[in-house]
């Protein structure tokens, strides 16, 4: 069994920043690729960010040139730095591996 876990969310002003952390327990985690969703209120849950076992990294429209995923191996753990914040990336962010799903973390861009 795997678990994930997320941290960082928070309310933030448009324009701000947030760094999303999510920790995986068990072993071999670098071989995996790694997904942030997000999920709106009355909406779809949508793929945001991937990040493959070498690094290779794909984004979202509506978020490429603001956000950034990394990983690192060492701690079993994948970021999600979140710049220029939009009111439109109000959501909860979920951490993904395969068929394993983080609690979530809320997200909430508001003045």
């Known amino acids: 069994q795997v678990q994930l876990v997320e941290s960082g969310g928070g309310l933030v002003q448009p324009g701000g920043s947030l760094r999303l952390s999510c920790v995986a327990s068990?072993?071999?985690?670098?071989?995996?690729?790694m997904n942030w969703y997000r999920q709106a209120p009355g909406k779809q849950r949508e793929l945001v960010a991937s990040?493959?076992?070498?690094?290779?990294?794909n984004y979202a429209d509506s978020v490429k040139g603001r956000f950034t995923i990394s990983r690192d191996n060492a701690k079993n753990t994948v970021y999600l730095q979140m710049n220029s914040l939009k009111p439109e990336d109000t959501a909860v962010y979920y951490c993904?591996?395969?068929?394993?799903w983080g609690q979530g973390t809320q997200v909430t861009v508001s003045s």
């Open positions: 990040i493959t076992s070498v690094g290779t990294r």
């Open positions: 068990g072993n071999l985690f670098s071989i995996y690729v």
């Open positions: 993904n591996r395969n068929m394993y």
